[in-house]
């Protein structure tokens, strides 16, 4: 799910760039760094604005100056029970990957319809009912997510494709 959240970051800017565009200068590095990368708890889509920055306070003994910086940002936050779309990474015997954004999702073989059978012959490997649904890589598909997982710079879940309209 998404939402537009307030955040705070400290970010040191070198003595070089102190002047009348040091704004512009805290707003791009807060860009650079900030933009697309993951907290553990959500990831952090878009920088909105900066609405508030404070007075630089200098660092002892290098003249670094650090500046906290207060700004708004779309994050995303997969929660239990969400129902998403992605992409087929990789397929094997005991399920498959789906990337649905920057979110890794596994699903296992016990949460794939039990008409839909993997096959090691094809090439491709895929899971198929030997009808009109394949699950090979690349294909779109559409997941439930059961749980989530995270460490320090990324999040991975685990789905299911078992219910009505999945798959």
């Known amino acids: 799910m998404f939402f537009l959240c307030e955040l705070e970051r400290q970010i040191s800017l070198h003595p070089s760039f102190f002047g009348p565009r040091v704004k512009e200068y805290l707003t791009t590095k807060l860009l650079e760094d900030v933009e697309g990368t993951c907290t ?5 889509i878009c920088v909105m604005d900066t609405y508030k920055v404070s007075e630089g306070r200098i660092m002892p003994g290098s003249g670094v100056a ?3 910086v207060h700004y708004r940002a779309v994050v995303w936050r997969p ?3 969400e129902t998403v779309d992605g ?3 990789s ?5 498959f990957f789906a990337d649905v954004g920057p979110l890794s999702v596994f699903v ?3 949460l794939i319809p039990s008409d839909v059978r993997f096959d090691a012959n094809a090439t491709p490997a895929q ?3 030997n009808g009109d649904q394949v699950i090979e890589t690349g294909t779109h598909i559409r997941i439930k997510l059961l749980n ?3 460490d320090v710079g990324a999040m991975f879940a685990i789905g299911s494709i078992k219910e009505d309209f999945l798959g």
């Open 40 to 44: 553990g708890r959500y990831y952090i």
């Open 66 to 68: 650090e500046f906290t």
């Open 79 to 81: 929660f239990k029970g």
């Open 87 to 89: 992409v087929v990474s």
């Open 91 to 95: 397929v094997n015997a005991q399920g």
């Open 108 to 110: 296992s073989a016990h």
């Open 127 to 129: 899971y198929t009912d």
């Open 148 to 150: 989530t997982r995270s």
